[in-house]
């Protein structure tokens, strides 16, 4: 349920929007924690590691088909459709940036352009060999290979593995002159989002939140709002909107 938004909203021209896994909640694709989290009582922790690629690449691969067909079979929902149209708007008047640690393509399907992937593309594969990277919707054999002869990996940043430098910019870049940042469906459970949510705060942005729950980003936050994502969102630029007018 979303409560009035401060008067402030309508001066806002510059928008970082970062999203977690319960954005696509209500698109059914599963989120890492919570319900739905276990997989041949795998825990997802245990998975996407380099170690564990290295140890078994056939399971690890099995594990990323089996989420493939899951993407492919979701659609983009009201929440990722908000996000297209405060794209649009914001865009002609500032500037927007969409931060997803997402890996499953529905912001782009929803129509948004502004996008960082900071944890890559579940539908990208890189060879291990070659560092060769393209996108590879279907797959012959699983594991996949290069045309170097390398076995590929799924082109997603896993636990333990840094983050691209030149993208952390771009986001630090927004982050700094952003007069909001909205966090949606995340747990903060990885904690660069956090530090990226509370560098924009120290930047003097405004943090809302959506989530179903308290998380990691709540106590960062100006404004929680405990709703789902698809609900939540939609009315909370309803609300935005009427103040802009
Ligand atoms: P997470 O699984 O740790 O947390 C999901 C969060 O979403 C929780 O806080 C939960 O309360 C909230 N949530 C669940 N349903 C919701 C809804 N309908 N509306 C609003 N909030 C809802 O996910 P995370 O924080 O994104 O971090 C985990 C990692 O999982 C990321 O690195 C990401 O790459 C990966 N991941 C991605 C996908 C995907 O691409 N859809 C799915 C699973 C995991």
Not at 20 to 34: K, L, M, N, V, W
Not at 35 to 56: C, I, Q, V
Not at 142 to 167: K, M, N, Q, T
């Amino acid at each position: 349920m979303i409560v009035p938004l401060p008067e402030r909203f309508a001066e806002f021209r510059h928008v970082v929007v970062i999203t977690g896994a319960g954005i696509s909640a209500e698109s059914g694709i599963p989120t890492f924690r919570g319900e739905g989290g276990l997989w041949r009582n795998y825990r997802a922790e245990d998975l996407a590691t380099p170690s564990a690629f290295r140890k078994d690449p056939q399971l690890v691969w099995e594990w990323y088909e089996m989420r493939r067909e899951i993407c492919r079979q979701a659609e983009p929902n009201a929440a990722h459709q908000t996000l297209v149209e405060m794209e649009r708007h914001f865009r002609e008047i500032g500037s927007f940036l969409l931060v997803t640690q997402n890996v499953d393509g529905l912001h782009r399907r929803a129509g948004n352009e502004n996008i960082v992937e900071i944890h890559g593309s579940i539908w990208r594969v890189r060879c291990t060999e070659c560092g060769r990277e393209c996108e590879r919707l279907h797959l012959d054999t699983v594991p996949p290979h290069c045309s170097c002869g390398g076995v590929e990996r799924p082109a997603v940043l896993w636990f333990g593995e840094s983050y691209d430098s030149i993208v952390l910019e771009t986001v630090r870049a927004a982050l700094e002159k952003a007069d909001v940042c909205l966090v949606i469906g995340s747990s903060g459970q990885v904690s660069l989002p956090v530090a990226l949510a509370r560098e924009a705060r120290r930047s003097g942005a405004m943090v809302v939140e959506v989530n179903l729950e308290r998380s990691e980003f709540s106590d960062v936050a100006d404004f929680s709002f405990f709703d789902k994502a698809g609900s939540a969102l939609p009315e909370l630029w309803a609300s935005w909107r009427k103040l802009i007018r």
